[in-house]
């Protein structure tokens, strides 16, 4: 099969479309035939090198990239018994060091498949499985309930579009900090919309005086957002290395995204039910993967790009 890997990391001209023996299905898990998989900003940070470099992948010869899946069943391992060939599903591989989505096959533990929304083309379910298991997650741990105020930097993008969303069918009010480019399709889901994080502590708590309850910073922010909490409010880092420290007496937690079939089928069901929006800007081939990482890295791309093989 083909897929994406890297042998040495740097720039775009490392990536490489290599063959490799399709892989079999162990004890309890699921061959995939991918039609689609995203391209999300982890994939330039382990291309990179960073991932390596912070401790959070361990040295390899060479590895895959590709965090998201949609595709079909294509085989059964042993003991598999939650799908049947050719059921559509969406999924997230979770461990680094493990084949890469970015492939025409991938195999993943079948608790980490969901069956893929109906409503939506397989090439837009494949934006759901990372990003929504990653704003769920946050919004769990910044445990804000309804007729509390949160905060979600970066609602421009994936993550913080889900959380808006997410939010929302909480009941709980939102302040977001997105490009002005976007600040009316965000202004649709959020209760107010900020559009520089100049002065964003300020800004937020004329708007909101003593502080939001809670920050999802999908921006990646650190202080700068933290200074718009409450004292004894929650922050939710999504990179540990940029986590502010917990000062008048804030509670600062780090979100770890992992693999769930179960809620990530909840999700699924969010997006045919509307709640959910999937938005896809650019799809590429592998064989063009060095323009998609070029395009994602210009960044205010309005969507996620997708990989086919």
């Known amino acids: 099969m083909k897929s994406i890997i890297v042998r040495a990391s740097g720039g775009t001209d490392v990536l490489e479309l290599a063959d490799s023996p399709s892989p079999e299905p162990g004890v309890r898990q699921v061959r995939v035939k991918v039609v689609a998989s995203s391209l999300n900003p982890i994939d330039l940070s382990a291309r990179a090198g960073r ?58 533990d079948e608790s980490a498949l969901a069956p893929a929304p109906a409503s939506v083309p397989l090439t837009h379910a494949a934006t759901l499985p990372l990003n929504a ?22 609602a421009s993008g994936g993550v913080g579009g889900f959380a808006l969303e997410l939010a929302k069918l909480r009941g709980v009010r939102t302040i ?13 889901i959020a209760s107010q919309v900020v559009t520089s994080s100049d002065d964003l502590g300020p800004a937020v708590r004329r708007i909101v005086p003593g502080g939001v309850d809670a920050v999802i910073d999908a921006a990646v922010l650190g202080i700068t957002a933290h200074q718009a909490l409450r ?8 990179v540990a290395p940029f986590a502010p420290p917990p000062i008048r007496g804030t509670r600062v937690v780090v979100q770890e995204v992992f693999a769930d079939g179960g809620r990530l089928a909840e999700l699924a069901r969010l997006v045919d039910d509307g709640t959910l929006t999937l938005r896809v800007a650019h ?24 990989l086919t093989p």
Do not use: N
């Open 51 to 108: 991932l390596t470099a912070g401790g959070l992948m361990p040295p390899m010869s060479q590895y895959g990239l590709g965090w998201d899946v949609a595709g079909h069943v294509d085989a059964l391992g042993p003991r598999a018994t939650r799908f049947h060939v050719g059921d559509p599903v969406i999924g997230l591989r979770d461990l680094l060091f493990a084949g890469g989505t970015h492939a025409e096959y991938v195999v993943l």
């Open 133 to 154: 298991l990653t704003a769920d997650r946050a919004l769990d741990l910044a445990g804000v309930k309804a007729g509390q105020t949160l905060l979600v930097t970066g």
């Open 176 to 188: 977001a900090l997105a490009r002005p480019s976007d600040a009316d399709r965000v202004r649709a």
């Open 231 to 238: 004292s004894a409010g929650t922050f939710v880092a999504l």
């Open 283 to 306: 799809t590429f081939p592998l064989t063009q993967a060095r323009e998609a990482h070029e395009l994602l890295e210009k960044g205010g791309i309005g969507g996620r790009i997708i």
